[in-house]
């Protein structure tokens, strides 16, 4: 049963720092791409960001560029989202989310997590 549980998330002020953690079961992991997601309420999802589990490559979304690193463990199955100089737009429900195997970023996500909240205010 494939699983991805999200972690990390929280209340911070506005320029802290957090990572969050995408652990992954039941599934290789190796070959799957993972996407950040965020959502905040009254609004429509976002994709965050993506690593490609095809090349490794990342992208991000114009509004967290500089700011926010994906990257991965494949030794421990993880994907992270450090996140740095939060500001209260960034509050919302992140979740990570996979497509199948072998497929890349962009690509129908059919595995998700159940997300975790972040809160950034003074």
């Known amino acids: 049963q494939v699983q991805l549980v999200e972690s990390g998330g929280g209340l911070v002020q506005p320029g802290d720092s957090l990572r969050l953690s995408c652990g992954m079961s039941g599934f290789p992991f190796l070959y799957y791409s993972v996407a950040w997601f965020r959502q905040a309420p009254g609004k429509e999802r976002e994709e965050v960001s993506c690593i490609s589990g095809i090349n490794g490559r990342t992208s991000y979304a114009d509004s967290v560029k500089g700011r926010f690193t994906i990257s991965r463990d494949n030794t421990k199955n993880t994907v992270y989202l450090q996140m740095n100089s939060l500001k209260p737009e960034d509050t919302a429900v992140y979740s990570c989310?996979?497509?199948?195997?072998?497929?890349?970023?962009?690509?129908?996500?059919?595995?998700w997590g159940q997300g975790t909240q972040v809160t950034v205010s003074s």
């Open positions: 989310a996979a497509p199948g195997e072998y497929k890349d970023c962009g690509q129908t996500y059919v595995f």
